[in-house]
């Protein structure tokens, strides 16, 4: 493995703690993490889709890598769903697959299922090519040699453990700190969710759980803290997220909860 991916990688951060581990088979990229109480959506037995967003966000992005590589490439559009049977599953397994590559756009989709094989639900992304060059992805192989097992355990609750925090009903601030970065020193795709998520339940009192998320990234989150702030109306909602240091929008989500009346 180089010296150079050992040291962009070497941090421990909360994504690492969500315990994904991940192998090639094929054309496909099959992963498997178990899911802790940690995971879970609060007061509920529900794997948070925000996890499941942030599993999808490696996954797929390793096809991207692959197709574009020698760039470092970057999250467009992101978006998981989650069945109703992922109540009290002790380990997810997804199977993703490129769909299209382009010269600067790749497209790609998975599938998350139980132990049995039940599918209990699904996710796609969308990812492109940084421009500067400074930026150069590590070799596929060392990547696959570091996800080859788990990597950490979320040992507290996830929105706590990254220090996203609600400061009214409906907003939620986010730091930018190492425990959220991605390779290029900004928030997380996957963290960022976990802020849209924690804004969209806060804005609607009747919500248990967000089982849908579609995520389109505009900017990346360098300074912060990122601020995400939830519109929510008959269990869909729509999300702004804004990086505070700059006041310009970085991404803008939908979801849907799953409310006490469902």
Same mark, same amino acid.
């Given at each position: 493995m180089s010296q150079d991916f050992e040291d962009t990688y070497r941090s421990q951060t909360a994504i690492d703690e969500l315990g994904l581990a991940l192998e090639a088979v094929g054309d496909e990229l099959h992963g498997w993490a178990d899911v802790r109480p940690t995971m879970w959506a609060p007061g509920t037995e529900m794997l948070r889709t925000s996890v499941a967003m942030t599993w999808a966000d490696a996954l797929l992005g390793l096809h991207a890598m692959k197709a574009l590589a020698p760039r470092l490439t970057v999250?467009?559009? #992101?978006?998981?769903?989650?069945?109703?049977? &992922?109540?009290?599953?002790?380990?997810?397994?997804?199977?993703?697959? #490129?769909?299209?590559?382009?010269?600067?756009? &790749?497209?790609?989709?998975?599938d998350f299922l139980a132990d049995d094989g039940r599918v209990v639900g699904f996710g796609s992304g969308s990812f492109m090519?940084?421009?500067?060059?400074?930026?150069?992805?590590?070799p596929l192989d060392d990547v696959l040699v570091r996800f080859a097992s788990p990597r950490g355990m979320l040992i507290e609750p996830l929105a706590e453990r990254i220090g996203c925090e609600q400061t009214v009903p409906g907003t939620v601030v986010l730091p930018c700190a190492p425990v959220v970065h991605n390779a290029t020193q900004a928030i997380n795709g996957g963290m960022l969710a976990v802020a849209v998520e924690e804004a969209a339940l806060s804005a609607d009192l009747s919500a248990r759980w967000i089982e849908s998320m579609h995520l389109r990234y505009l900017r990346s989150v360098r300074v912060g803290p990122a601020v995400a702030r939830a519109d929510v109306h008959e269990a869909m909602g729509r999300v702004e997220v804004r990086d505070a240091a700059t006041r310009k929008v970085a991404a803008i989500a939908t979801t849907r909860s799953r409310t006490l009346r469902s």
């Open positions: 999250t467009l559009e #992101l978006d998981a769903h989650l069945f109703d049977d &992922i109540a009290g599953v002790e380990r997810v397994h997804a199977r993703s697959r #490129l769909v299209k590559a382009g010269q600067q756009v &790749i497209f790609t989709t998975l090519a940084i421009p500067d060059p400074q930026w150069l992805a590590p």
